[in-house]
């Protein structure tokens, strides 16, 4: 792929998490307190992406590096815990809590070995890809009337970027994992199609405290 495509990937991919975050600003009830939660990651991730950009033109290398490792963590926290409120499972709930132990602990790990953080991202992505095709499944048998709740929308979501994403999580640190890494974006890109998608069709099927059927009690 030429240069001109992968910077275009590359920008798009930034710029369509403002997507779902927008709409869902728009049509999330203040009282829905997990969907505020998953735009507040959004946030962060958009501010965080962002400051890449502004590191390209203005290095300082040290100081993003920083903040790249303080989003891992914020990352592998906010998977953990929002697919353990989406679950009623109490198994998922307890492979969930056991999962962001282990993840955290390899993320501690990579702060002193860097070469661990390819295991760190590999491991995220396959863990949270599992955790999230279960809730699915869960989800899809306890499935009650034609809609599906926006909670669906935004595990599918997390399904597929990290299913999709992983292999290439896997070689974050290598040259190869550079020249592909437009992959990642693009799928990216899908994701937040997906989380649009999402609140955009759900926009009218959630009450102020409940979304799905569900609410934060179930945590």
């Not at 290095?59 to 993003?64: A, G």
Request: hydrophobic share 55%; aromatic share 20%.
């Amino acid at each position: 792929m030429n240069n001109e495509a992968v910077y275009f990937i590359n920008v798009f991919s930034t710029l369509s998490t403002a997507t779902p975050l927008g709409i869902g600003l728009l049509v999330v009830k203040n009282e829905a307190s997990a969907l505020r939660y998953f735009l507040a990651f959004l946030a962060v991730g958009l501010t965080v992406d962002l400051l890449g950009w502004y590191n390209a033109h203005y290095p300082n290398n040290d100081f993003y590096g920083v903040i790249r490792k303080l989003y891992w963590l914020i990352d592998l926290t906010f998977y953990a815990w929002f697919l353990r409120w989406a679950t009623k499972v109490k198994v998922v709930k307890v492979i969930c809590q056991w999962v962001f132990l282990g993840l955290l602990l390899l993320w501690f790990a990579h702060l002193f070995e860097y070469s661990l953080l390819n295991t760190f991202r590999l491991s995220l992505g396959v863990a949270y890809s599992f955790i999230a095709g279960f809730v699915l499944l869960e989800m899809i048998e306890n499935k009650r009337g034609d809609g599906l709740p926006l909670v669906f929308w935004l595990v599918f979501g997390i399904f597929f970027y990290h299913f999709s994403t992983f292999f290439v999580m896997g070689m974050i640190t290598t040259s190869t994992g550079n020249k592909i890494w437009w992959l990642h974006n693009a799928v990216n890109i899908t994701t937040n199609i997906i989380y649009a998608l999402g609140f955009w069709v759900c926009r009218d099927e959630f009450a102020a405290a409940k979304v799905g059927g569900q609410n934060l009690s179930n945590t």
